[in-house]
Nanobody, 114 residues
């Protein structure tokens, strides 16, 4: 079993930054993909950014140029979010795909409001 623990969410003003972290524990194998999704109230969950085991990154259009995903060894991933906008308000979920299955964290709330 794999557990993912997100941290770093909170309330910020437009234009500010947040750094989300995801720490994996349990029975870990080499990752295929780690990443972040988000879900705003009344909307479907959507991809934010992913990073593969070989370091290839992928971003949704709204994250390009503002968000940066990185992988710290095979356990942790970080999402640096800059120039935040009210539309970025959502619950952000960490995701891990490895041999044996796909795993999700419980989510961390990000609120961008003046």
């Amino acid at each position: 079993q794999v557990q993912l623990a997100e941290s770093g969410g909170g309330l910020v003003q437009p234009g500010e930054s947040l750094r989300l972290s995801c720490a994996a524990s349990g029975t870990l194998f080499a990752i295929y993909v780690m990443g972040w999704y988000r879900q705003a109230p009344g909307k479907e969950r959507e991809l934010v950014a992913t990073v593969t085991g070989t370091g290839f990154t992928n971003y949704n259009y709204f994250a390009k140029g503002r968000f940066t995903i990185s992988r710290e060894n095979d356990k942790n991933t970080v999402l640096q979010m800059n120039s935040l906008k009210p539309d970025d308000t959502a619950v952000y979920y960490c995701f891990r795909q490895q041999e044996g299955g796909n795993y999700w964290g419980q989510g961390t709330q990000v609120t961008v409001s003046s």
